[in-house]
């Protein structure tokens, strides 16, 4: 690991960058750094326990976070698709980030439980990942880990819920949208949602009414899903973040299908390639405009 | 105050006759979606309920105020405006199986529920709340009840304090309506379950003060004189300003006020739960926000706890029950933080002379 803490201080010292953000230990398992000073880059820490996407913060909104300067940032294969995403849609410059990549192996569920990288505890995110050796990088750090084992158990999910008449598909999340008590976090704590005013936060209009009320809570969560077509990197900080446990990363991974196959796009790490939803092309099917 | 035995089948009998008489029983039931976590959740047999086994995810408050309730129903007439409020008498329910972190936070929220005005849906499901505490044995790092004059045994806002014994449970009967409760289940205690029952509180006791010392009676002072102290810019840097940790929390009660329309000339007003860590929560119509960033909302979250409410009602508003930092996804550690501001406001002996 000294590769990395050797260079966030050579970062730091030099002033290339005014602060690192990445992980450190805390007292459930690593969580966000925020390191300024060189003399603290040693508290970098990068293991499977990285759950976390970071990109979250460099939301241009975040002030408390772009008071301190330019920054560089830790990130999997996986965060480099939110950076991306963040460059792409104009919240970033792609000078204004230095990118740390680091190449990896698969990362647990959760932070706070360490353990070996199995079928149970890899995170379901995992499978099937093309992004382990980072194409988006100022710096990539690392050997390739070898791959690790496969979760089946979201994609099992969604092979039972693409099974299930619609009627029981709106029986289900209907009850698991039932739980939603409509604090937003799934928002706040997602890298993708930026936007200055949400569309629930308006009154004047009021487009979505803002009790835990199961229409409400629909409208809620599918405005969120369909804004994030074509945006979502799949790193499941909304999921993380829900303190009712609603399984969203099973409605986002389903509409990222949608958007693969109807669209052959996937989130990439390479912001020069333009969502679905910022391009016109004449090709596009329009079977549901009739 | 008195002591008394509550044996497993007593304790089984009771609820069985609770749920007969169809009072409804909330208790920690395994989560659905995790084996390994627990929800309070109403009960429709005994076994539902497993108790001491991990502290619930959520703390109880939703039982008296809901994520969500309707206040009144209008509805526009020729003749104006109909108004019908909703019944503030709540049915009967019985929450078995509580940490005493979870029930003190009740009664610190009390005082707020009570203070200008009665809120009389808080207080009607309180009265017909009767609440059976467990002793706690379910700590982890980020517990520190003691920290806020709470103890794992402590008795504040429960009817009833169960701790497990040989055979059953040493029932520290403290309200007239715990002592209703227990009719005819619970006999007099032995010797050797008095002796159980303490030397077990003593062990739960010491399993978690070494996690935060006792927070000083000058601590909110010190809090109130130094909002401006440069170490808010830097204390929140890692929080998403999600509002996770106002939704776990015992005692974050506040809410937001809405009407809704349900047709076109009728429709409810309701209340949501909502947080201080979101921006909405201070918006200005004009645009205007007077807390620009997530420094300035943990800031307000911190204050409000530890130094507004106390310098109010008294209380700190907190149980150290550790939800915050445990649902956090951005791993803010609340009792860390205190410790630090606590260091800050205390620094040790060489510290003040370098």
Redesign the interface.
Known sequence: MSELNDLARKLLSECTVKVVIGYEE?????????ITDPEQACKLVFDTRCV?NLA??LNPR????T??GKPAIVVKGCDARAVAGLIREQQITREGVVIIAMRCGGVLQR?ETASELTSDTVSVRCAGCNDRDPKLFDHKLGELPPEPPVNPHRDEQIATLEKMTSAERWNFWTGELSRC?????????CPMCFCVQCTA?KTQPRWI?????PPANRAWQTMRVLHQAGRCVDCL?CE??????I?LGLLARHVANTMQRRFDYVASEDPSVAAPFGVFRPSDDEEFIR | MTRRFLSHEKFAALVAALLASNTRVIAPVRAKDDPAQFDYLPIQKFRDAEFGARLPRRSAKEYFLPATEVLLHYKQTKAGVEIREVPTEAPPQVILGATPCDVAGLEVVDKVMGWDYCDELWFGRRQATTIVSFLCNMMDATCFCTAVGLAPDSFRGSDVLLVPVAGGYLAHVITSKGEALLQGYVVEADAAALADAEAAQNEARQAVEHHLPAIPAEFPGWLAANFDNPVWKTIALRCHGCGACAAVCPTCHCFDIVDEHESVDSGVRRRNWDSCQTSLFTLHASGHNPRQSQSERFRQRIQHKFSIYPSRFGEILCTGCGRCSRSCPGGMDLPKLLGELMTLANPGPEARNP
Do not use: M, N, W
């Open positions: 805390g007292s459930r398992g690593v969580r966000p750094a925020f976390q979250a913060y975040r002030k408390q976070i008071q301190l932070s008590i409509r604090c937003h976090a799934c928002r706040e704590a936060d009414d803002p009790s835990s009320t900080e993380r973040a829900c303190p009712e446990h399984p």
